[in-house]
């Protein structure tokens, strides 16, 4: 039922009494380029919207995204988080433990997560971070001086988590370019089953055994966050069973959605030349600016949840077991939140954005996304003066992900 995709474009589904209908197709190339003018288009229709293309509620205002968020009970996660209802349909792959759950499986991963990802690690992992930071940004800029063209995609922004983040997971140095095919199609599948989604799966598959292989305990060095996982297996927190199937979270979670902050907030700060020279101006604003970034760029542009009965919200009739999609990118943009939300200000202080979610799924590894964000705009504020785009960005256009796919710029040092 919900599987429709663009290609059926004769197939709509009927709208319910009373549902503002918006007719968009959120997953065309148009759409997911430029996707700000339908976001508003979206958020005039009113708080709870239909898309009859899916057959999908949609919420794309700040309060009605949050106030889905906050409400696990009602609005669960357990029959997936993307457009696939898994109470009718197979999950592509085995459910996360923790992302496509509900208390109180949910709860109990999601403890281990935290603990494991948590403000102490980032106080241990945080000079490896901001060591390897800097010295990615210096090597760029000897190849630079030695005459190369600098991709802030493919030679930073990806660079960077592939380095930092498998590290502290304890994969090992080889292959790691897998994660970002695994992260695609993943992305990818949360959305409906296009050419998109095909594309990014035949090419995954003949890394999914490398996946699998580094979910395993004999793959993962001692003492890492793959470790711990583990560790908390021989503990009894959870099985052993288990123990791969949250090494594989922080596998399909931690290398894509990073990738694109960064590409992003370069991206951003590149646009806005103003705001980069703030940042110069005071190395302090790397954090806030990161911020900022994914306020105005959110990676992760939408999320789903599922009703778990009739309800009610902002007074439109929701039945049981429906699709609602959330566009965390628009409420991240909704003039009813964000005074001037169009502007790229690195001075705010974006409290309350949607970018990491909200509510009981929250990211759970929002302190070390931060971390690496942060870091990575402090490195290039002390070494750059300014930063060249050399040409067009061009994009990776994913069904989820607000993603680049490349950005030649020239780094001017100090
Ligand atoms: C998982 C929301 C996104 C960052 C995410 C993707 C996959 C998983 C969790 C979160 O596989 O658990």
Known sequence: ????????????????????????????????????????????????????????????????????????????SGAGVGLANFNQETPFRPKSLILEADPPSHTKARAILARILSPKTVTQIRATFTAEAESLVDRLLVRQAAGETIDAVKDLSEVYPLKVFPDAVGVGEANRENLLLYGNMIFNAFGPRNERLQKSAELVQPVTAWIMAHCQRENLLPGGFGDLIYQAADAGEITHAE???????????????????????????????EQYALLRADHSLARPAFEEALRFESAVQTFFRTTSKDTELFGMQIPKDSKIVLFLASANRDERQWPDPDRFDIQRRPVGHMAFGSGIHGCVGQVVARLEGEVVLAALAKRVSRIELLGAPKRRLNNTLRALASMPVRLIPV
């Open 243 to 273: 123990a791969p199937m949250l090494v594989r979270s922080f596998l399909s979670a931690g290398v894509d959605t990073t990738v694109n902050g960064i590409g992003n907030a370069v991206l951003c700060l590149a646009n806005h030349p």
């Open 1 to 76: 039922m919900n599987t429709a995709s663009a290609s059926d474009s004769l197939r709509t589904f009927e709208a319910p009494a009373g549902v503002p209908v918006v007719d968009v197709d959120p997953y065309t190339d148009e759409f997911l380029t430029d996707p700000y003018d339908a976001h508003q288009r979206l958020r005039e229709a009113g708080p709870v919207v239909w898309i009859p293309a899916y057959g999908i509620y949609a919420c794309a205002r700040h309060d009605s995204v949050h106030a889905v968020f906050n409400d696990h009970a009602t609005y669960i």
